[in-house]
């Protein structure tokens, strides 16, 4: 999930100046994901297909290089950590968090903090749904188009 970057561009774009919810909208919408997921892996379905061998997808935090200076460069990969997910990482943002970033806190996935958020950012403008079908629907664009270029490569003759 893309959750990041885009998503917060996206919301800063419609927060005025001096919102206090800069850069929380696509951390709310992490951690309320991340419950769902939880909430997922506790269901007595899941519980029987894990007794039967199933292992879970994990949730995966992509696009977490913040853009521009308003945030650290850290600001995403130290607060999306959490047990059973995985964060992609460009290697500036690595090494950035190889020498400042910290692993003190973990996303929250309470689902009554995100939602609180989540409604803040609705009062401000902010269409959540909207914007993550959006950001969704790019996202499948794009992967589709780099498909295509990657079997246009592979067809492709060589000398």
């Known amino acids: 999930m893309s ?6 561009a996206k919301a800063d774009a419609i927060l ?3 919102s206090e919810l800069h850069g929380e909208v696509a951390l709310a919408s992490a951690a309320a994901v991340l419950s769902l997921y939880r ?9 029987q297909l894990a007794a039967a061998g199933a292992q879970p997808q994990r949730p995966l935090w992509a ?3 913040p853009k521009g200076d308003r945030y650290s460069d ?7 950590i959490a047990p059973g ?3 992609t990482l460009p290697p500036e943002t690595l090494q950035a968090f190889a020498d400042h970033g910290r692993v003190d806190a973990v996303l929250d996935a309470d689902a009554r903090g995100a939602a609180a958020t989540l409604v803040r950012a609705a009062r401000a403008g902010i269409d959540s749904r909207r914007l ?13 188009a780099d498909g295509a270029r ?3 490569a592979t067809a492709a003759p060589t000398n």
Do not use: F, K
């Open 63 to 65: 696009s977490v290089a």
């Open 150 to 152: 990657l079997q246009l």
């Open 16 to 18: 005025a100046e001096d």
């Open 39 to 47: 909430q997922h892996l506790d269901s007595s379905r899941w519980l």
């Open 132 to 144: 993550a079908h959006d950001l969704e629907r790019e996202g499948v664009a794009s992967r589709v």
């Open 85 to 87: 997910t995985i964060v």
């Open 74 to 80: 850290v600001h995403y990969v130290q607060r999306l």
């Open 3 to 8: 959750v990041n970057e885009p998503l917060s």
